[in-house]
């Protein structure tokens, strides 16, 4: 994480800035801490096996439709399966569902398909290892972000 010092009282309300240079960011680490503990189906990483490109990702994609294109819901998450899977858990519950349909249909339909079996598998693996559901926990997140202006905040300036 980064940018801490240019939080204010403008960007702290700003969802797209908050999810962008904050909240993306602990949903993917803290998933990968739920990895660690329990391992996700190895039916995962065969969805895109041969696709993933290691240290390559950030000269290959130079954006998320092109990643998506290839059925990656960002460039990173063609890096490896560990990323690709908590990149997926980390967009779709940061994102509206109209915000989410749109990124992965940003690369076409088949790269959509593919996005969309990997959330299945995501999906499962959070009901199944940890009792949680994505959509209820996506509902929350995003009730909370369309109240932050009702939060306490810190004077921040």
Do not use: C
Request: no cysteine.
């Amino acid at each position: 994480m980064y940018l801490l010092n240019e939080l204010t009282a403008s960007t702290a309300s700003n969802v797209e800035y908050l999810n962008f240079y904050y909240f993306h960011t602990i949903h993917h680490e803290f998933a990968h801490i739920h990895n660690q503990i329990k391992p996700y189906s190895p039916g995962f990483k065969e969805i895109s096996g041969p696709d993933y490109i290691q240290d390559s990702w950030s000269d290959i994609y130079d954006t998320d439709e092109a990643a998506a294109a290839d059925g990656f819901v960002s460039p990173y998450a063609s890096k490896e399966d560990r990323e690709d899977f908590v990149e997926v858990m980390s967009y779709y519950i940061t994102l509206s569902a109209e915000d989410w349909e749109a990124h992965i249909s940003a690369g076409g339909d088949e790269g959509k398909a593919i996005i969309n079996q990997k959330l299945d598998i995501v999906k499962k693996y959070y009901e199944d290892s940890w009792n949680i559901d994505l959509d209820d926990l996506r509902a929350e997140i995003l009730s909370r972000q369309s109240n932050l202006a009702n939060f306490d905040q810190l004077d921040i300036e």
